[in-house]
């Protein structure tokens, strides 16, 4: 029964966020003796403010900075495999009103009630990543629940993310069900891609880009157009299947320019399509002093802001990438920039690629601001749930 899991208590005037619908309890707003301090990491347990009133059910942990993550306020519901299944369900519900093929991110974490969790579904197959001990623990509970809802062919287990580190928990990719025998194949935007699972970034693919892909993929008909960061080709080779009458694929990584060029074949567009091996910002200024150009230009890197302290260095990095990149545009050309770091907002990177033009001396228009589809959605009290934001520009 729920009334005999541990509880925990928010200290006097602290309870209103989490009253108000925020899905997180920091561990400074809560009353933590040594009582608290014994509940095992990963447990589940009720929060109580000063009052009395429970407030609902969250996973714990002690000892990080997010010590509660609210799973459910009804506080009478057990967190059991039904549990999950219905979280599972909804999500399901969702997806398939926005998409007609299996190709999807399932579970965005607390967006879709399930804290730390991610899932994202290849077809029959699907990838999930745990992100803090709770979930870690109960990964038999929702790896059944995946079984009941979806019963699909494999499952690969990348619980290899940074965020697994605050947690204490080790790192681990394999295969929890079936077997996952190299790149599988993604359909996306009518084109077919490839992601490796196993050894790729995340969870092997980037649904996130979606319909910025789609946007700029079809600016680019009949254009020159060069993706930096393209990874497994997901912005150029949609580019070329639209119509691009040549692209280059520039990244540092020799097995994903493989992978993309794999997918130009696959969607009949190799012969226009050229992959260059080599880092992103020595290639900028080396084509800017070649004096190269191209109608449109993409760039989406990795993430230059991985925390906080990293804000002022990465801020100048966007900046100079737009500089750089901004310089490679032909005249009436268009520029594609993204970031996908949390910690820069959207405000600060519109400056930040405002200065960048600047400084390569470029006018133009924003024709689309936007952050990451809707399979991705954004908890309303959760900005790091919006992290996305890809800007396309018209240059003159």
């Known amino acids: 029964m729920t009334t ?10 602290r309870h209103k966020r989490a009253l108000h619908g925020h899905p997180w309890v920091y561990s400074n707003e809560i009353q933590m003796d040594q009582q608290a301090k014994a509940i095992p990491a990963g447990s589940i347990v009720r929060v109580i403010e ?3 009133q429970v407030l609902g059910l969250t996973t714990f942990n002690p000892h990080t900075l997010i010590a509660c993550r609210f799973l459910t306020r009804d506080p009478g519901e057990a967190i059991d495999q039904s549990f999950f299944e219905r979280r599972l369900r909804r999500a399901l519900e969702i997806r398939e009103r926005l998409f007609d093929r299996p190709y999807y991110r399932l579970v965005h974490a607390e967006s879709d009630g399930l804290p730390a969790l991610i899932v994202d579904r290849y077809g029959d197959v699907v990838v999930v990543q745990a992100n803090t001990v709770a979930m870690d623990a109960r990964l038999d509970l929702i790896l059944a629940a995946l079984d009941t809802v979806l019963a699909p062919r494999a499952i690969v287990l990348r619980n290899d993310s940074a965020a697994r580190g605050y947690e204490g928990l080790a790192e681990e990719v394999r295969v929890a069900k079936g077997e996952v025998a190299g790149p599988i194949a993604v359909e996306e935007n009518g084109a077919t891609f490839f992601a490796d699972l196993a050894a790729g970034q995340k969870t092997g693919w980037f649904f996130d880009q979606r319909d910025n892909r789609a946007f700029i993929a079809n600016l680019a008909r009949g254009k020159r157009t060069i993706d930096f960061y393209t990874y497994s080709g ?16 520039v ?23 050229e992959a260059v091996k080599g880092d992103a910002f020595q290639l900028l200024e080396q084509y800017v002093a070649e004096g190269r150009r191209w109608e449109v230009v993409i760039c989406d890197p990795p993430a230059f802001v991985k925390s906080r302290k ?30 996908c770091s949390h910690n820069m907002e959207p405000a600060l990177f519109h400056e930040e690629v405002s200065r960048g033009l600047g400084q390569a001396g470029r006018q133009g228009r924003i024709l689309r601001f936007a952050g990451a589809g809707p399979d991705h959605p954004v908890h309303p009290l959760l900005p790091e749930t919006q992290y996305l934001k890809a800007m396309v520009l018209a240059l003159d």
């Open 4 to 13: 005999k899991l541990p509880a925990v208590h928010i200290l006097a005037g």
């Open 50 to 52: 000063a009052g009395g």
């Open 234 to 249: 997901g912005f150029g080779v949609l580019a070329a299947a639209r119509g691009a009458s040549h692209v280059t694929l």
């Open 310 to 339: 990293d804000l002022a260095v990465g801020s100048r990095a966007y900046r100079k990438m737009t500089t750089l990149a901004a310089k490679l545009v032909a005249p009436e050309g268009m520029l594609l920039v993204a970031s």
């Open 251 to 273: 990244d540092r990584s020799a097995l994903s320019l493989d992978i993309a060029m794999k997918a130009a074949q696959a969607n009949g567009v190799a012969d226009r399509t």
